[in-house]
């Protein structure tokens, strides 16, 4: 009896062992829900350069010498001294009605030897390429007996060293627009210690209006986006854009606001505005540059509009003051989706589109829970009143979320989707992200997790102490991040979009942190958060399968599968130090490929990827060779894991 009461003791204690052994327990013959085909996508707004000195391939700074009104800043005389040439911003001689100052370049000494003339240093440098072509175009005037010619070159820093030129002539008492291809040689060096001048061999005195200097662009559109970055983009296959952004929707003032028909048309009738961050905006990236943007990574619009809302707290108040607003987004919807022969689907086919582009959610205003005079409620009935009588197919998208106070979330007209923003430290989306949303009425409104980002401080992004520190996040934000996206992959059929934000940020001056994306006027590289979005966008079903540990453990998962292929995607995120053995058991398939795929975003909390070392944290593929329906899977730790299986 004695070595019996062992060897069951021996069992029982070796049964117990077994049983809490970390398990996750996937149910493939259980669909939870459908994943929202929206569910992952990019937000937008002009903040940390990331239109002009970013994502726009502009590489002029202040083209309509409109950025300040003293002075013609970023561009300098040549000679530096100013004693042969002389810069004035002249209102006396505008390009335009809507760029009414021109810049007055007054040479009093110039030779075959020695030009003089202006340059411009561009977004902290004009970058170079070897053997590339670039497009310069502008607009100048010339005084009575002067004609030119005027050289166009891009040339280094101490104008030792000339890249590319081009000359033209014949410039006339009026204004006329000018184009040359400058085109480098192909043993040049990579920099962007260059600059864009623009000279004449003999004395005389010239206006120019507009100067504008483009490298190659994505798909070489005309006043198109930078390539590295656009890449970066399109290699997170993003389903959706919301644009034209979050505060620079707003703008500061109602006069300061995204005025989305001011940005049509030429660059050269377009002013431009003062933006929220403290600088101001060419508009080159207008309505038209957003729509062509989502065209072009194959991404669905999300188009916020003007609610009436400007962030120093200038409010229109509901009724027939807010109706010109209101008319004002019917006409922006028109212009995105409307038929040719539509009034503003016209303007749009004028503009070189005549197709109309697919749109569904219209997002009105942004973040209107900071409007003190408790009128989001009466705009947003207006508003939406109106776009569904006009459309009524149209999703409505509510800005008054979960930073509301709560009892206030009031709305006359219920949402058809709810924006919630988050920005969190890694640790609270790591504590908060098992259970969020859990309480959601799955009856609805769906929810549009509209801006989030998890950040590695005890203090958030806007706190002063931000200052100084590096604009992009490290791996122990990346995880933060990990476990917010699981969980909302994980109620996918309720979080119907969600996208990341800030997106961009030149490291040069970044105002806001953390990005997804740091870049400068040469190079770009993707933060930890943005190896760890692209796994999770990339690797992603149509239906959600019920998962579920065995025990509380302190990994986190979200589990899809795609329909048509049987391609099982299970996502696992362990932001602890020591490495988890997990039995992954995969029950109701009725056969489950041997070879498991397996892409592994892993480091140390405080390690991040730079400019100077774009690829310290990536992600590494492996291959699992005999997968079976439960097999032990050690999870690394610190890291992100994706396993795909194929299955039956």
């Known amino acids: 009896m004695k070595k019996l009461s062992s060897t069951l003791l021996f069992a029982c204690t070796l049964a117990s062992a077994v049983a809490v052994e970390p398990t996750l327990t996937i149910e493939t013959a259980m669909p939870v829900a459908k994943v929202s085909p929206l569910h992952y996508g990019l937000m937008t707004e002009e903040i940390n350069y990331c239109y002009d000195g970013g994502l726009y391939a502009e590489l002029v700074r202040n083209r309509a010498f409109l950025d300040d009104a003293k002075a013609p800043v970023h561009w300098s005389a040549i000679p530096g001294n100013g004693t042969a040439a002389t810069l004035t911003l002249d209102p006396t001689q505008p390009l335009n009605a809507v760029i009414p100052t021109s810049l007055r370049v007054d040479v009093a000494a110039a030779s075959d030897a020695a030009p ?59 204004w006329r627009s000018y184009e040359v291809e400058l085109t480098s040689d192909k043993d040049v060096l990579a920099t962007a210690k260059a600059r864009l001048v ?57 006069a ?24 101001r905006s060419s508009d080159g990236m207008g309505l038209l540059e957003f729509l062509l943007w989502c065209e072009d990574m194959d991404a669905e619009p999300v188009l916020a509009v003007y609610a009436g809302y400007s962030l120093k707290g200038e409010c229109v108040k509901p009724g027939p003051g807010l109706q010109p607003y209101v008319q004002d987004a019917l006409d922006e919807i028109e212009y995105v989706s409307g038929a040719a022969s539509s009034k503003w689907g016209a303007q749009r086919a004028k503009d070189g589109h005549p197709a109309a582009f697919k749109l569904r959610y219209v997002e009105i205003g942004n973040e209107d829970f900071f409007d003190k005079s408790g009128s989001y409620d ?46 969190r430290n ?11 949303f859990d309480s959601y009425d799955r009856r609805g409104p769906a929810i549009f997790v509209g801006e989030w980002a998890a950040h590695e401080t005890s203090f958030p992004p806007w706190d ?29 059929d309720l979080v119907i979009m969600q996208c990341y934000a800030p997106l961009f940020a030149n490291v040069n001056e970044p105002q806001w942190r953390p990005d ?42 979200s589990v899809t599968r795609d329909s048509a292929t049987g ?57 699992i060779a005999d997968a079976k329906p439960a097999f032990t899977y050690t999870v690394p730790g610190h890291s992100i894991t994706v396993l795909k299986w194929h299955s039956r």
Not at 269 to 276: A, E, I, K, S
Not at 426 to 436: K, N
Not at 571 to 581: E, F, G, M, R
């Open 426 to 436: 890694a640790e609270a989306f790591l504590h908060d992200s098992p259970s969020h």
């Open 567 to 623: 391609l099982i995607y299970v996502k696992i995120v362990n932001p602890q130090p020591a490495a988890v053995p997990l039995v992954i058991d995969i029950k109701g398939v009725g056969s489950l490929a041997a070879a498991a795929e397996v892409e592994t975003l892993a480091a140390e909390p405080d390690a991040t990827n730079s400019l100077a070392e774009p690829s310290k944290v990536v992600a590494v593929q492996s291959k």
């Open 116 to 174: 003089a003339g202006v340059s411009n240093s561009g977004y902290w440098g004009i970058p170079v390429q070897p053997d590339t072509r670039y497009r310069a175009g502008f607009h100048a005037k010339a005084a009575p007996g002067f004609s030119g010619p005027m050289t166009v070159a891009i040339v280094s820093e101490d104008g030792a060293t000339v890249f590319a030129q081009a000359e033209v002539a014949g410039l006339t008492s009026s």
């Open 198 to 254: 623009l000279t004449v061999r003999q004395p005389g005195t010239f206006w120019l209006g507009l100067v504008s200097l483009f490298p190659p662009t994505w798909h070489d559109r005309p006043n198109g986006l930078r390539r590295d970055l656009m890449q970066m983009l399109v290699d997170l296959k993003p389903a959706f854009l919301r644009f034209p952004g979050g505060n620079y929707l707003e703008g500061d003032t109602l």
């Open 256 to 279: 300061t606001r995204f005025d989305w028909k001011k940005t049509l048309g030429p660059i050269s009738g377009r002013p431009g505005h003062r933006g929220p961050w403290g600088y």
């Open 464 to 492: 002063k102490r931000s200052k100084g520190m590096p604009a992009t996040p490290n791996m122990k934000a990346a995880l933060g991040d990990a476990a917010w996206m699981a969980a909302m992959e994980r109620n996918s």
């Open 516 to 557: 997804l994306i740091g870049y400068d006027a040469l190079h770009c590289y993707g933060s930890p958060s943005y190896h760890a979005m692209r796994l999770f966008s990339r690797n992603i079903g149509d239906v959600i399968l019920k998962a579920s540990f065995n025990r509380d453990v302190s990994l986190q998962a």
């Open 378 to 423: 009466g705009r947003f009935s207006q508003f939406a009143d109106a776009i569904k009588r006009q459309y009524p197919l149209l999703k409505c998208i509510s800005s008054v979320g979960n930073e509301q106070p709560a009892g206030k979330r009031v709305h006359s007209r219920k949402p058809d989707v709810l924006d919630e923003h988050y920005y």
